[in-house]
């Protein structure tokens, strides 16, 4: 259809190309419509034919770029946001799976090169991070790096931690034997002995041929004192392992604690036959010929392992060993000091060593290295009660009932540990806690009868004479030659006013040593307060009828002097200790009523002489103290191989 171009430029809605045009000018209404939009331009710019229409297409064009170059801004600025976005989104994404996936991964890899080197705890904390990022999504398995973090704990003695480590593992892994096999190594070295059965049970059903899972076991029934059950499993280790040296040694020492001294040797033999340079089955076999009292070949053997090359800590420390056996314990100590040097885990080194310091009365030495056990695993097994030991022997009973205790919370079946640990709580006067560990002793049939005897020494400090009377008497009956025991129940009877009796114990007290002065005096002493007239001090000096007898007398120190350690009674004298007349008593600090025999005021003293080693003794008392003299009379009414009484107080001695 014709038409103006007007109209089919509006028909067509290219009404801004109008203007180009001639409006009076006719056109196809199609032929427009399927021009294109440049096509129309250059149309236009043809029939415009002028300058005038050429500058206003030219603004039309201007216009149209800056719109187009707006619109393209805006779409470039988007694009850019959209790229923007687009690579911050992928970076988080990448940095989120680089650092749950990838860096937990490089923290394990880190942990395995630590513990190769020995670095264990630099592995640990590798281990540890790493598991602490992968844990926070529990996205990835992380049952690696537990078992290897459980074996590093394991290995630096931390076994509460590795027990831990290996339990998650476990559950993870339950067809897996090694975590099994490793947690039940940590259970038996805490003394958990049960649970580390049950581990290696379980190892077992997962690999019946797991030959070390036999060989624990049987550790753990030595440790329960169940020998042939031990000599069971160490003999299934060596059906599948027939060269396994430490079964063959373990195996010999279930049979030497059976005193089946033949088997024993030939476990021995075999292991030797294995390894010639194995130090381990020389110091045993050595064992064996000191049990078997045959000191000639103990110390042949001993001789042949001494001259092993000594290369790693366990060599040094068997070396050591061989040393406390033949009780050279300084150069068990320098072998023991070695293995620590080449190896500072090894805690049987630190515990021989400490042993080894105690046999030369090296306590503090001793204490020392106890007590590094006990900081890096408590459960260690008897560390408290040998650590109590050396406390003991350093007089500080505090400390030995404390690590006593701990031992026996431990293993409440140490009967030596209720025994000292009785003696050090009489020695602390805590005698209601010593009464109850001697009993528990009596109620376990003790070995050493001397319990009757602390027993009694309790009840008698804790004033229960009847008590004291009746565990004396099981002590005589059992060991009937023990002064002391005569001398304590006469202290029972005589509190008891039972003076015959009394008189009776302290006879045979003095018959077996007749040097118990506190015997002798409290004998005096009821001699003197018995039902016969008492003897009197007449005149300025000791009645001759005390003539060679033991008499006692109380008085107050005049003056100390060093003539012969003599001393005088009463008035003055040339040196010794001086009494002066205020109150001369006789009768071991029980004196005369001076109703029935006043004293006589110009009494001018006795004389007192006193043995040499009492000397030091005596010649730290003061002036004026009171104290009781007992010693013999001689004509002039002389006190000699006197000393000095003090009623009632008894000590023990051990």
């Known amino acids: 259809m014709i038409v103006k171009i007007e109209e089919a430029l509006k028909a067509n809605n290219l009404e801004k190309y109008i203007s ?33 229409k050429l500058v206003k297409l030219f603004s039309i064009y201007r216009e149209e770029a800056r719109k187009n170059a707006k619109i393209f801004k805006i779409k470039k600025i ?61 996205i990835i398995d992380n049952s690696k790096t537990l078992f290897n973090r459980g074996t590093a704990y394991l290995t630096i003695g931390k076994y509460s931690e590795a027990i831990k480590d290996f339990s998650q593992y476990t559950t993870a892994n339950v067809t897996d034997e090694k975590g099994y096999f490793n947690r039940g190594k940590a259970y038996l070295i805490t003394g958990k002995y049960n649970e580390a059965i049950n581990d290696f049970n379980n190892v077992i059903r997962i690999n019946a041929n797991n030959f070390e899972a036999y060989y624990y076991r049987g550790q753990i029934f030595v440790l329960k004192s169940d020998n042939e059950q031990a000599i069971t499993q160490f003999s299934k280790a060596l059906e599948i392992k027939f060269d396994y040296i430490d079964a063959y040694i373990e195996r010999g020492n279930a049979l ?52 092993i090359p000594l290369i790693s800590a366990v060599d040094y420390f068997y070396n050591g060993n061989i040393h406390y056996a033949q009780a050279n314990y300084v150069n068990a100590i320098d072998s023991f000091t070695k293995a620590i040097e080449n190896n500072p885990l090894l805690l049987d080194a630190y515990f021989m060593r400490g042993n080894a310091n105690a046999n030369l009365k090296l306590y503090d030495k001793a204490i020392i290295d106890f007590q590094y056990i006990i900081r890096t695993n408590p459960e260690y097994l008897n ?14 009973y505090y400390q030995a009932t404390e690590n006593y205790s701990n031992a026996l919370n431990k293993n409440p ?63 005589i009956q059992k060991r009937f030659n023990v002064a002391e025991s005569y001398y304590y129940r006469a202290i029972a009877y005589y509190r008891q006013d039972n003076w015959n009796k009394a008189l009776t114990d302290l006879n045979e007290s003095l018959r077996l040593d007749s040097t118990n002065y506190n015997a002798a005096s409290l004998k005096t002493k009821i001699n003197t307060d018995g039902p016969a007239p008492a003897h009197r001090l007449s005149g300025s000096r000791v009645s001759k009828d005390y003539n060679g007898k033991y008499i006692a007398l109380t008085g107050n120190v005049n003056s100390i002097g060093i003539d012969h350690g003599a001393a005088t009674l009463g008035g003055a004298a040339i040196g010794g200790l001086l009494f002066g007349p205020l109150g ?35 010649s730290k008392l003061s002036k004026g103290q009171e104290i009781t003299v007992i010693g013999r009379c001689n004509e002039s009414g002389s006190l000699y191989n006197c000393y000095i009484y003090h009623p009632m107080i008894f000590s023990f001695s051990w």
């Open 584 to 618: 001369i008593l006789l009768g071991a600090g029980l004196g005369a009523d001076s109703k029935d025999d006043p004293l006589v005021a110009n009494i001018s003293g006795v004389n007192c002489y006193f043995n040499e080693n009492k000397r030091m003794e005596y």
């Open 256 to 307: 030497l604690e059976k005193k089946d001294y033949d088997a024993a040797f030939l476990d021995y033999e075999q292991a030797l036959s294995i390894n010639p340079q194995n130090i381990k089955a020389y110091y045993y076999m050595g064992n064996l010929h000191l049990e078997k009292k045959d000191k000639v070949k103990s110390d042949s053997v001993f001789i042949q392992g001494l001259n």
């Open 413 to 475: 079946d140490i009967l030596d540990a209720y025994y000292k640990r009785g003696i050090s709580y009489i020695k602390i006067k805590n005698y209601r806690s010593a009464i109850g560990d001697f009993n528990k002793l009596a109620s376990e049939n003790y070995k050493d009868s001397s319990i009757y005897y602390w027993l009694a020494c309790s009840y008698l400090a804790f004033n229960d004479d009847n008590k004291a009377i009746e565990n004396y008497t099981q002590s």
């Open 20 to 52: 180009l045009f001639d409006t009076n000018n006719f056109v196809d209404v199609n032929s427009i419509a399927n021009l294109e939009e440049p096509d129309l331009e250059n149309l236009g710019i043809m029939a415009m034919g002028d300058r005038k």
């Open 383 to 396: 560390i408290f009660y040998n650590l109590a030991n050396a406390y003991y022997n350093l007089d500080n």
């Open 78 to 138: 988007k694009r850019i946001l959209l790229i923007g976005t687009v690579i911050t989104v992928a970076v988080t994404v990448l940095c989120f799976l680089g650092y749950f996936f990838v860096y937990p991964i490089v923290l394990y890899k880190q942990g395995v090169k630590y513990e190769g080197s020995g670095r264990y705890d630099n592995a640990i904390v590798s281990y540890s991070k790493a598991l602490e990022i992968s844990n926070q999504f529990d």
